[in-house]
């Protein structure tokens, strides 16, 4: 239960975190009618258990970890905006975002300055608001997780049959 409720909790957070960007630069977020952003929840679950599978067992320096956290973060979430802005495009037939004007940008989907941007958010979201959040995830209760996934799943169905 603790990915699941991880996906939820950062999937929301990113789609107010959206949200409120969108809200400055008068855009559009996420493609689901819901009040969430999955690559978000997708993307922390992926650093989250990256970073316990390789810390759990090794004990290594702050500097290191955080590189490393650095690094992973970097890399994968850039690779995973990558692969969703190219999926978001066939499936649903919308370009949600374009670095193409971006300096070192790399085809419309990334570019450094995003995956620097990405690096930064790991480290953050490992040091400083996991911690914080962990301690929210602990208290929610299980129907609140299954509730969560039914609304989700009627949410997916709904933006596949009304959007596409």
């Known amino acids: 239960m603790y990915y699941l409720n991880v ?3 950062y999937s929301i957070l990113g789609h107010l ?3 409120f960007v ?3 630069n008068s855009g559009e977020s996420g ?3 819901g009040f969430w952003t999955p690559v978000y929840g997708i993307g922390c679950i992926i650093i989250i258990f990256c970073y316990q599978a390789l810390f759990r067992r090794h004990h290594l320096s702050k500097k290191i970890e955080a590189l490393t956290v650095f690094l992973i973060g970097a890399v994968l979430l850039t690779f995973i905006e990558w692969v969703g802005g190219i999926l978001i495009e066939i499936l649903f037939g919308y370009v949600f975002w374009d670095y193409s004007h971006f300096k070192f940008h790399i085809g419309p ?3 450094w300055e995003m995956a620097l941007i990405w690096g ?3 480290l953050a979201l490992i040091f400083f608001l996991k911690p914080i959040v962990d301690k929210i995830i602990k208290k929610i209760p299980k ?3 299954i ?3 039914i609304l989700f799943i009627i949410d997916v169905i709904c933006t596949a049959c009304f959007k596409l």
Request: hydrophobic content about 60%; glycine content about 0%.
């Open 7 to 9: 996906f939820f909790v």
């Open 120 to 122: 930064i958010a790991s």
């Open 143 to 145: 129907w609140a997780t």
């Open 22 to 24: 969108y809200m400055v």
């Open 109 to 111: 989907y990334i570019a």
């Open 31 to 33: 493609i689901l009618y």
């Open 147 to 149: 509730l969560c996934s």
């Open 17 to 19: 975190l959206e949200t």
